[in-house]
């Protein structure tokens, strides 16, 4: 079994967070974007006709935890590279595990803080200021309520994960993220079916889908995890393989 | 070797390589390769480009596995289960130092210090600071320092750790004479204080200056040695005469001195004398010019650079692949 160092994941975490913090349009976009997505529902429970289903609107919510993270995370590996700083972590003794947890953690910590706040901002916002029957119709949103606070982390974890085994293999940052974008919409299929009604909002559909989709975010750290080849990110070759040793090495260096 | 105090090396060696190979697909980047480092040694790598030296550091350095062969660093053998403990105990500069541009110097290396969990990192990032003079810089962000200073950063960053072996990637590639003495001054002090350091180089004076050994790889490893031993090797002993006017007879006057194997013309008044010992030769040598009545203008011995050595071992090469 792999042990994990959690100090080296702490200093990537920590590395990764002083860098966003310095990079003002990685800032500006990881604000302006979860706004935008505040504001359609916001306006069409102000504005909406008494009777309207707000489950759409109120669902537009978790495009916030899809949208935000996917370049940050597309940027993460790909990033390192082409700005010359991959090769020296590399020669570290960092794991590969460690490296892809703390980039990861560093995407999801943002990511999750403003998908809450944005969240918690819209339902206190629709509880003081909305009229109370469109409060109302709000708060009795249970299933959907309940499913949107589940599915922020499991939503983030998704495009994060993709986000970075696009990164991992991509040879240009904005390449990364153009395909990192794209690859963290597919379970946003599940809350349109949602949305559209084809499969009913229900506590248990919610916890049903929230469980496959940590199943497959488990499941696809591993993947990313096993597609972190040292070789192939510092030189651009994958190994070769003769007799097999290629194989071995590379599964159990870390 | 001039301009290198003996120093003593510990038995065991730091570094072992064993008919190491590394190939990408069809390209061999190294063949064969066999040598040892000893503890504390300043080992010089050389070779032109494409030749497998950064292949090499990268392979020693856990990044890139071997093809085939084996190889110990710091005394831990080359294998997919020791490579966290492999990189634990050394450090590796690569040509370009790779710092993170938007943060500080301290913070670059706080970064590193927790990578290595080192106790202590503010003392040890002081430290490294101080050898290589930065102590005043370490608020700065990297982005606004000079190529030189990131060299030093990165230097900083590699002597963090206290490594067992330091691998240098052409430490001084780029940078200006000034910057160029400070890097080889930490060098020549890492090397008093005990550090093995690996040093890949394409300046042959500085190899030269800073290193105990050196190895000259051209996929395969071309030699190995002290550059005394290798010019020994390479090139005859020879004595240069040069004398105010040609001689009449050159030929008659040094056949007849004793221990002259041979001579050539090398343009007026100038000869090159083959001779076992040149110390010995050179008296004798002076002696029959002067009572053959010659004016004698100088006379001393040939020296042939690392680079001679470098140049005749590559064309070696470059000939045997034209044929």
Known sequence: MMSIDTARVRAVVRKELRDYRRRRSIVVTMIILPVVFLIEPTLTVFLAPAGTNLQVPLLLLLLIPVVTP????????????????????????????????????????????????????????????????ASAAVFHQGPVLLAIVLLIPLMAGWAVIVGMAVSVRASEIRVAQQLGMVASFPPLVAVILLALGVVHPSVRVALLFAGVLLLIDARAVSLVSRMFDRERLVTGNRAARPGGTSRLWRGRSG | MEGVPEVTFCPQAAVVVDRLTKCFGERTAFSEVSFEVARGEVFGFLG?????????????GTLIEPTSGMATVAGIPLAPDNAVEIRQHVSIMPEAPGLYLRLTVTENLEYFAGLYGLHQPAARIRAALDAVNLGDRAG???????????????????????????????????????????????????????????????????????????????????????????RAQLFTKTLVVQTLESLGDPGRLFTGIPGVDGWRSDGPGSYVLSVPDPRRVAPEVTRGLVAAGADVVSIGEAKHSLEDVYLELVNEDVEARGQ
């Open chain 1, 70 to 133: 996917s370049t940050l995370a597309a940027y993460s590996i790909v990033g390192e590279r082409e700005q010359g700083t991959l090769e020296p972590l590399l020669t570290t003794p960092l794991r590969r595990e460690e490296f892809i947890l703390g980039k990861a953690s560093a995407v999801m910590i943002p990511t999750l803080v403003l998908s809450y706040a944005v969240f918690g901002l819209f339902l206190a916002v629709v509880g003081i200021f909305a009229k109370s029957a």
């Open chain 2, 48 to 60: 032109p480009n494409g030749a497998g030296k950064t292949t090499m550091v990268r392979t020693l």
């Open chain 2, 140 to 230: 700065d962000l990297c982005g606004g320092l000079s190529k030189g200073l990131r060299q030093r950063v990165g230097l900083a960053r590699t002597l963090l750790s206290d490594p067992v072996v330091m691998f240098l990637d052409e430490p001084t590639s780029g940078l200006d004479p000034v910057a160029t003495r400070e890097v080889h001054n930490l060098i020549t002090n890492l090397r008093q204080s005990g550090t093995t350091i690996f040093l890949t180089t394409h300046r042959l004076e500085e190899a030269e200056r800073l290193c105990d050994r050196v190895a000259i790889l051209n996929t395969t490893l071309r030699t190995v040695g002290q550059t005394e031993d290798l």
